[in-house]
C-alpha cells in the first residue's frame, strides 16, 4: 500500500466547513471577480448547491475522517437553519467541557503532594547496575520525573515511547527513589503475563537491595493474595505489582507515594475514572506506546506533562511490516524461514473458539514445525507452563489470541502473524508488532486480510496507517492517527469511540485546544472567534499559485496548506525558496500570495481579525478580545490623522487615501502596521 497524502483532498471527498457543515469537494475552480483572478474551492450541498470558499479560506475546510461510511452520511443544505443550531451545541459542548477539564487539573494542583527527596549518592549507585546504557532520550525523560517528584504537587506525568525503548527503566528508577523516602509503590499492569513480566524484572533490579516486591494476579493463590495484602497494610511490603483486579479490592495502604500505570490504553474507561479518585493525591506515572486519543489530547492540552523516548536501544532495527491477502503458501514460506534461522513465531488469531481449528490448519500446512496454544481464559497454570516451555524453546509456533499484545518479551521470536488484521485496533496492530525485533536480528510483521474489497473504511485506514509508519517511534505517530480515526472521545464521559458525527474529529481537538488557551487566559470565547483561526486579509491583487506555474490540481491544494499554516516569516521564506527550486522562479500572483501571509502573520500577532484595502482604502477591524492595543494611542493617531484615519469604534480602523499602483499600496499598509506596532501595540 502506498503511503496516503494527508494535505490533499480527492474529489467526491466528504470535506465539512465549519459555517455551512458537510459537502463533498469537486475540485478548484479559478473565477474571475472585479477583474482580479483567484482561486476558490468547490464544495457541493445538499439540493445540488455549490458553494465558492476562497482559498484563503481553506483553514475551515477539513476533510471528513468519520466512523461512518459516506453512502450514510447526508451532505447539509446551505443557509438551513439545522446546521446552525449544530454548530451552537458544538460551541458550548466544546467550551463546557475545557471548562471541565481545567477544573479537574486545577483540583489536583491544589492537593498537596509529597516532595521527594533524591538521595543523590545512593540513587547514582543503583543507575549504575543498570544492565544497559541509557539513551538520551531516557535521561531527559528520568530528569524531569525526578523533577516531578521533588515537588509538592502531584506529578502526573505521560512516558510515551515505542515498545522495547526502555519505559520500564524510568519505572524502575522512580520507585527506587519512592522506596527510599519510604513510600509504597503500586505498579498497575492490564493483564496477568504483563504483571508477571514486571515482577521478573523489578525482582532482579533490586536483587542487591532489602525492598521486598510482591504481586498480585491471577497467578497467585487466593490465600497468598490475603497474606500479601495484609504485608501491604502494615508496610511490609515496598513494591506492588499486581493487574486491575486490585482495584475491585477493600485494599488498605500503609504508605502509598506513587502510581505507576503501564499501558494505560488498555484500561476501560471506568477503571481509569476509578484510579483518578483513588489515587488523586499521590504521584502518578503513565506509561505507553500508543496512549489512547483522550490521554493523547489531555498530553497535548497540557493537563498531562509528557515526554516522549523517541530514541531506540543500540543496534535495535525497525520490525519490516507487510499487508498480505491470507495466502497457505505465504504462510508456509513465512513459518519455514524462520525455523530456518532457529526462530520462533507468533501467529494471531483472536477468536478462542477457532484456535484448535487453525493448529489442524497450521499442521497440515508446515507439518515439519512444532505448535502450542495459549488464551486468556486457560487455567493459569497450564498457561504458565505454556509460555516458560515458549521461553525454552520447546516448540517454534504459539497459535494465540492477543494475551501476547504486552508483556512478553522473547528475543528469539522474531516473525508475526496476524489473521483478520482489518479487525484489529490500531494501538492493537502497534502492540502486537512490537513483540518482535527484541534484539539486534532483523524481525517481520505480516497482517493478513481476506479481501481488499471488503475491508470498512476505517479498517483500511488502520492498516495504511500502520504499514506507513514502520520506523522507530511510530507508536506516537499512529496515535495521532488514530486520534483523526476513532475521534477525541468525550473526554470526561464514557464513549471513548468518538465525540459526534457532525463535526470532523480533528476540527472538534482543534477548537477545544483553543477554547482551554482562552480560558487559562481568562478570556471568553466566541463562535466567531472560535472559528476564525487567520486573520482575513483582502488586498484586491490575485494571491495564487497559477495553473501555468503549478498545473497539477491537487498539488496546488497541498502547497495552498503549506504556506496557509505558515505562521513565522523564516518559514515563509523557506517555502518560497522551495517553490522557486521545485517550480521556478514565482510570477507576480505568487508573490502576491506570498506578501498576504506575511500581512497575515503580522496581523496575528497585533490581535487583528481583518484588513480590507483597495485603491481608496484600507480598513482593519481588531479583535475584541485584543488586549494589546492602547486605546488612548489610537484615537490621538487619529486626530493628528484626522483626514486619513477615522476610527469607527474602538475595534474598527478605516484609514482613506487613493493609490493606484498596487506594489505602493502593499508598502503602504506594511508602513501603517509598523506605525501601529509601534505606536499603539503595549509590550512591543
Not at 475522517?65 to 454548530?87: M, P, Q, V
Not at 486457560?378 to 507452563?385: F, G, P, R, V
Not at 506555474?549 to 499554516?565: C, E, G, T
Request: hydrophobic share 40%.
Amino acid at each position: 500500500m502506498k503511503k496516503k497524502k494527508i494535505l490533499s483532498f480527492l474529489e467526491n471527498d466528504l470535506v465539512i466547513h465549519i459555517k455551512y457543515g458537510i459537502g463533498q469537494y469537486k475540485g478548484l475552480s479559478i473565477i474571475k471577480h472585479n477583474n482580479i483572478l483567484n482561486e476558490y474551492i468547490t464544495i457541493l450541498y445538499a439540493n445540488n448547491d455549490k458553494l465558492y470558499i476562497p482559498i484563503s479560506n481553506l483553514y475551515l475546510i477539513k476533510k471528513y475522517n468519520s466512523n461512518f461510511n459516506n453512502k450514510k452520511i447526508i451532505l447539509n443544505k446551505l443557509g438551513c437553519e439545522k446546521w446552525n443550531t449544530e454548530r451552537k451545541r458544538i460551541f458550548k459542548n466544546i467550551n463546557d467541557t475545557a471548562i471541565q477539564i481545567l477544573e479537574n487539573h486545577a483540583n489536583r494542583m491544589t492537593k498537596l503532594g509529597f516532595s521527594f527527596q533524591n538521595y543523590n549518592k545512593e540513587y547514582e549507585l543503583f543507575c549504575k547496575m543498570c544492565p544497559f546504557e541509557m539513551t538520551k532520550d531516557q535521561n531527559l525523560a528520568m530528569k524531569s520525573v525526578l523533577l516531578d517528584m521533588n515537588k509538592s504537587i502531584p506529578m502526573d506525568r505521560l512516558i510515551c515511547g515505542d515498545v522495547g525503548f526502555g519505559k520500564t527503566e524510568i519505572a524502575i528508577r522512580a520507585s527506587f527513589i519512592a522506596v527510599k523516602n519510604k513510600k509504597q509503590v503500586l505498579i498497575l499492569a492490564p493483564t496477568t503475563i504483563l504483571a508477571q513480566q514486571h515482577y521478573k524484572t523489578f525482582k532482579n533490579r533490586f536483587l542487591k537491595y532489602n525492598i521486598k516486591i510482591g504481586i498480585l494476579s491471577r497467578f497467585q493463590k487466593k490465600s497468598k493474595q490475603l497474606i500479601l495484602m495484609n504485608h501491604i497494610n502494615t508496610g511490609n511490603i515496598n513494591i506492588i505489582i499486581a493487574t486491575h483486579k486490585i482495584l475491585f479490592n477493600n485494599l488498605k495502604w500503609y504508605n502509598l507515594g506513587l502510581l505507576i500505570i503501564d499501558e494505560e490504553h488498555k484500561f476501560g474507561v471506568n477503571q481509569k475514572e476509578n484510579i483518578r479518585k483513588m489515587f488523586s493525591h499521590i504521584d502518578v506515572l503513565t506509561l505507553t506506546a500508543t496512549p489512547i486519543p483522550r490521554t493523547l489530547n489531555m498530553a497535548i492540552n497540557g493537563i498531562l506533562d509528557l515526554s516522549i523516548i523517541s530514541t531506540p536501544p543500540i543496534n535495535r532495527l525497525p520490525v519490516k511490516t507487510f499487508v498480505k491477502i491470507y495466502n497457505k503458501k505465504l504462510i508456509r514460506k513465512i513459518i519455514l524461514f524462520e525455523i530456518s534461522r532457529n526462530g520462533q513465531l507468533y501467529f494471531i488469531c483472536n477468536k478462542i473458539q477457532n484456535l484448535k481449528e487453525k493448529l489442524i490448519i497450521l499442521k497440515k500446512i508446515v507439518p515439519e514445525a512444532k505448535f502450542q496454544i495459549a488464551h486468556g481464559k486457560m487455567n493459569s497454570e497450564i498457561l504458565k507452563k505454556i509460555m516458560n516451555n515458549f521461553l525454552k524453546k520447546k516448540f517454534q509456533i504459539l497459535i494465540c489470541t492477543t494475551i501476547i499484545e504486552i508483556g512478553i518479551d522473547i528475543p528469539s521470536v522474531n516473525s508475526i502473524i496476524i489473521e483478520d488484521a482489518e479487525y484489529f485496533g490500531l494501538a492493537q496492530l502497534h502492540q502486537l508488532r512490537g513483540r518482535v525485533g527484541r534484539s539486534n536480528i532483523q524481525s517481520y510483521a505480516w497482517f493478513l486480510i481476506k479481501n481488499k474489497k471488503t475491508i470498512s473504511l476505517n479498517g483500511k485506514k488502520r492498516l495504511e496507517a500502520i504499514n506507513s509508519n514502520q520506523n522507530f517511534n511510530s507508536g506516537f505517530e499512529l496515535s495521532k492517527h488514530d486520534l483523526e480515526i476513532r475521534g477525541v472521545g468525550e473526554l470526561l464521559g464514557k464513549n471513548q469511540s468518538g465525540h459526534s458525527k457532525n463535526i470532523e474529529l480533528s476540527l472538534y481537538i482543534k477548537f477545544l485546544n483553543k477554547a482551554i488557551k482562552y480560558i487559562k487566559n481568562n478570556k471568553s470565547l466566541s463562535l466567531h472567534e472560535l472559528e476564525q483561526e487567520n486573520p482575513e486579509i483582502k488586498l484586491s491583487i490575485p494571491t495564487i499559485f497559477p495553473e501555468k506555474y503549478i498545473s497539477d490540481i491537487n498539488l496546488r491544494l497541498i502547497w495552498y496548506k503549506k504556506i496557509f499554516s505558515i505562521n513565522n516569516i523564516d518559514k515563509l521564506l523557506k517555502i518560497k525558496k522551495k517553490l522557486i527550486n521545485k517550480f521556478g522562479i514565482l510570477p507576480i500572483e505568487v508573490k502576491n500570495l506570498i506578501i498576504m501571509i506575511k500581512i497575515k502573520i503580522f496581523s496575528k500577532k497585533m490581535g487583528i481579525l481583518k484588513i480590507k484595502s483597495n485603491k481608496k482604502n484600507t480598513i482593519i477591524i481588531f479583535s475584541k478580545q485584543n488586549n494589546l492595543i492602547d486605546i488612548t494611542k489610537l484615537l490621538n493617531i487619529c486626530k493628528i490623522e484626522f483626514k486619513k484615519w477615522k476610527l469607527n469604534d474602538q475595534y474598527s480602523l478605516k484609514i482613506s487615501y487613493y493609490i493606484t499602483d498596487d506594489k505602493k499600496r502593499i508598502k503602504w499598509i506594511f508602513y501603517i502596521l509598523k506605525k501601529i506596532k509601534n505606536s499603539i501595540i503595549i509590550n512591543n
